[in-house]
């Protein structure tokens, strides 16, 4: 066939998450034909929200007419309180200026908030609609089972036996991607010691500011909050505990009154004990680690987002590294294979090198960085060791270019100025 004939390139993207719907677009877009598979039903309720922060949002303005549409809320205020019994007391406070409305939302101001707080259900339902907008052919209740490498095509095999072909694999499935367990075996994952609950409920009355991100530092607990609609906060409380299983299912209504009313976090001060009393959808799930890769693709078949860095939650990048993968990979694709024909593996290995000598440092980093979080600044114990990490806090909000600063490390990708793909 002639190459101006020549039939797309089919790429199959494993999983409709956050992630897959994204790539589809942009390979979409650079004239490749995506079908995704996702192993659950459409706009399932599954988890809570996402704080969407400048490197995602960045990436995600490169789709026309996405971030006017966002049904989320620009965080524009920030607060940390110290919850530590005896030890109650505002520890900073920080308010940008800025629109709180997301259709109008400045991309100078990206750096400097928050980010934008969005319920995960809402945030899937925009990206699904936008893929399909672009012409982009998603399953549902498809899942992927096994991964099957040919010279110049891959086979991938669902639960119910039935197969699909393609030039090349994406693997977008999650934490517990079968893509990566065909390409590299199952792995053991590691209980890090640390659970979250986390809800959603109205804000609390006592609250001024609507648009905030709140830190409630406690001993032995951490809690953040954060707003995801009108009236609606979606919040988080990080502990050491038993360990629980890594579902991200809703507890059940007995047990929903139960932790409203004994958790000891209903105590606390500052609204945060509001937070608790009044949720009316509560999740818990233990944070576990996973061995590091070293390679994320294989032949014809890369891994990006959570499959291949997945993170504990404390630094909030985790859709956000994800968007920067989709970047880079689309990116590099664009760069060895700017016609998008069929690629040969020897293409694809200089795409796929390119895009993890890129991306998995800094992936890495940031995950030990996310655990460090978690274990030194969040879940702490001793009333001396609380109080420290209050001065500390207190001190990097005291000027907040310093905090500022901090935020920005791991929001300044993926591209400054103008994007490359
Ligand atoms: C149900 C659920 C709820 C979550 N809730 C939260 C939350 O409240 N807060 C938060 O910060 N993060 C949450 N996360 C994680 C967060 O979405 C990711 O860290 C981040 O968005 C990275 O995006 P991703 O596309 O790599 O992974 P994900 O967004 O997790 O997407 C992976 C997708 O792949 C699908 N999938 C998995 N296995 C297969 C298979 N074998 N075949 C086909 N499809 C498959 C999954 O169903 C999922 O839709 C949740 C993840 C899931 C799956």
Known sequence: MASSERAPTKVIIVGCGVAGPVLACFLKFKGYTPVVYERIVRDSEGGLSLMLQANGLRVLALIPGLLDQLPGVV?????????VPGHEDQLGVYTYKTSSDTARINMEDLINIPGIGIRRHDFLHLLSETALQAGVEIHYERKVVDVHQHADSVEVKFEDGTTDTASFVIGCDGIHSNTRVSLFGKEEASYTGLTQLGGFSPAPKSWKHKNTMI???????????????????????????????????????????????RDPVSEWGFGAGELL???????????????????WYKGRVVLLGDAAHPTSPHLGQGANQALEDIYHLVRVLMKYNPSAGDPSTEVLKNAFEEYEDIRLPRTSALVKQAHEVGDKMRVISG????????????????????????????????FEGKSEI
């Open 75 to 83: 965080e524009d205020h920030m607060e940390f309180c110290s919850t």
């Open 215 to 261: 830190n409630f530092f406690g001993e032995e607990s951490h809690m953040i909050s954060y707003q995801v609609g009108p009236n609606l906060n979606s919040w988080a409380i990080t502990r050491r505990e038993a360990e629980h299983k890594e579902t991200w299912r809703a507890v059940d209504d007995s047990m929903l009154q139960e932790l409203r009313k």
């Open 277 to 295: 009393q009044t949720a009316h959808k509560m999740i818990k799930y233990g944070l576990y680690d996973r061995p590091e890769l070293k390679t």
């Open 383 to 414: 009333v001396d060791a609380c109080l420290a990490r209050n001065e500390s806090v207190r001190a990097t909000w005291a000027n907040p270019e310093i905090g500022l600063r901090n935020l920005a490390r791991a929001r300044s990708g993926p």
